[in-house]
Nanobody, 124 residues
Framework: QVQLVESGGGLVQAGGSLRLSCAAS????????MGWFRQAPGKERAFVAA????????YYADSVKGRFTISRDNAKNTVYLQMKSLKPEDTAVYYC?????????????????WGQGTQVTVSS
């Protein structure tokens, strides 16, 4: 069983920055791939970014490429999402998720555990 707790969301003006954190339980965190997804009101949950177990490989949705950076600290069992140049369309609930199979993937079905989410609101 893996438990995930996100933090760092909030209200920010367009052009601003936020850093989300996701703290994970579990002894084998360092062997998992991790992902961030987001869900805006009335929309499906969408892939944002993912990172392999050793941080050596990352992947981003086109909509956030160049603005968001995913990273991880396996010693702290934590994955981060640094968000810069935020836009109103980035407003959503942001979720972190674990792929216990270690896959670097955009597919929601490949992620086994999910956090409760943290709200990010970007005002224009």
């Amino acid at each position: 069983q893996v438990q995930l707790v996100e933090s760092g969301g909030g209200l920010v003006q367009a052009g601003g920055s936020l850093r989300l954190s996701c703290a994970a339980s579990g002894r084998t965190f360092s062997s998992y791939a991790m992902g961030w997804f987001r869900q805006a009101p009335g929309k499906e949950r969408a892939f944002v970014a993912a990172i392999k177990w050793n941080g050596g490989s990352t992947y981003y949705a086109d909509s956030v490429k160049g603005r968001f950076t995913i990273s991880r600290d396996n010693a702290k069992n934590t994955v981060y999402l640094q968000m810069k140049s935020l836009k109103p369309e980035d407003t959503a609930v942001y979720y972190c998720a674990v792929s216990t199979g270690g896959l670097l993937t955009v597919a929601r079905r490949e992620y086994d555990y999910w956090g409760q989410g943290t709200q990010v609101t970007v005002s224009s």
